[in-house]
T-cell receptor
Framework: GAGVSQSPSNKVTEKGKDVELRCDPI?????LYWYRQSLGQGLEFLIY????????KSGLPSDRFSAERTGGSVSTLTIQRTQQEDSAVYLC?????????FGQGTRLTVV | GENVEQHPSTLSVQEGDSAVIKCTYS??????FPWYKQELGKGPQLIID?????GEKKDQRIAVTLNKTAKHFSLHITETQPEDSAVYFC????????????FGSGTRLQVQP
């Protein structure tokens, strides 16, 4: 496909479980972002990967959150010991340099 | 870091009228300003962007203006249609690629038929 692909589209998990969210960026895009969007709210920055540079992790809300990007392509956002306040839509975007293109997001519900 | 403020939070207009959404930013180093449209249940879609070496950019019914001195930029939608109803987000960053986009809080636009 030509766009940013995220999986799963929906995830329901029990409080305390770990979850992994996947992002397949547009081929050739060097930059990759993760944002979080709570219901009816704006986009909260989580983490930013740019090429081979060290990622900007300044937006990660706690040490339960981590992300990696393998081979400069696919990225996985991991949330450990999920809490109810982690419920949100997690959005991934990729960019060749400046223009960022978003995926459809993963809706995470922690019950 | 950068801080982006967006107004209004909600905007209701009659079909055919114009809509204007305004954003201000704090970091004078920011030089790239995109606008996104988000429909219900979808990811944000880039609709127009502007760099700081340009004061205005148009694309059909959509235009963006930038006042770098005052550090504010605006989205203008003319001849609004019901399908323009969505949440609109502005954003700002430095386009060297070393900083993520900082978003405004969003404007919910409702176009009444």
């Amino acid at each position: 496909g030509a766009g940013v692909s995220q999986s799963p589209s929906n995830k329901v998990t029990e409080k305390g479980k770990d979850v992994e969210l996947r992002c397949d960026p547009i081929s050739g895009h060097t930059a990759l972002y993760w944002y979080r969007q709570s219901l009816g709210q704006g986009l909260e920055f989580l983490i930013y990967f740019q090429g081979n540079s060290a990622p900007d992790k300044s937006g990660l809300p706690s040490d339960r959150f981590s992300a990696e990007r393998t081979g400069g392509s696919v990225s996985t956002l991991t949330i450990q010991r999920t809490q109810q306040e982690d419920s949100a839509v997690y959005l991934c975007a990729s960019s060749p340099q400046r223009r960022a293109f978003f995926g459809q997001g993963t809706r995470l519900t922690v019950v | 870091g950068e801080n982006v403020e967006q107004h209004p939070s909600t905007l209701s207009v009659q079909e055919g009228d114009s809509a204007v959404i305004k954003c201000t930013y704090s970091d004078s180093a920011s030089n790239y300003f995109p606008w996104y449209k988000q429909e219900l249940g979808k990811g944000p879609q880039l609709i127009i962007d502007i760099r700081s070496n340009v004061g205005e950019k148009k694309d059909q019914r959509i235009a963006v203006t930038l006042n770098k001195t005052a550090k504010h930029f605006s989205l203008h939608i003319t001849e609004t249609q019901p399908e323009d109803s969505a949440v609109y987000f502005c954003a700002a960053t430095v386009d060297t690629g070393r900083r993520a986009l900082t978003f405004g809080s969003g404007t919910r636009l409702q176009v009444q038929p």
